[in-house]
């Protein structure tokens, strides 16, 4: 089976256009355990796991700083858009979620999709990196069985 997109060039052009540090908060070490929770939540939770992996890579990519930075998912999301069938070809639906998904996921929202709140759920796994434990309020219930593991995980 064929790759469903080009990670590698993807991963290629997020590393080349990074304003941040590589190795770190918002770096390729979370985008890992981002990727990591979002295919085992994807796969309870039956959401689309292309959009999930995609939301790993892109959510961060384009942050200016490491601090409060509200307008990084619409960058992301906007990103996205502009390289639209150039390393990856979704859907309009799919790329609509995937924005939608980037854009509102450091809002603090829920949602009854089980996509994009698999990408929230995947990136809050992962706040013990700061040294905040997730809250079972913003996770879906498949997530909240991973909440100690990620955070351990997150705090090495």
Known sequence: MT??????GLIALIKSEFKLDWGGIHGANHWARVLHHGKTIGELRQADLLVVELFGFLHDSCR??????PLHGQRAADF?????GDFFQLKPG???TL???MQHHSGGEVSTNATIQTCWDSDRLDLGRVGIKPSAQYLSEEATLFVDLAYEWSIR
């Open 64 to 69: 200016l700083n490491d601090g409060r930075d």
């Open 80 to 84: 996205a858009h502009g390289i639209q």
């Open 94 to 96: 799919q790329l609509d």
């Open 99 to 101: 924005c939608f998904a």
């Open 3 to 8: 790759e469903p997109y080009d990670r590698a």
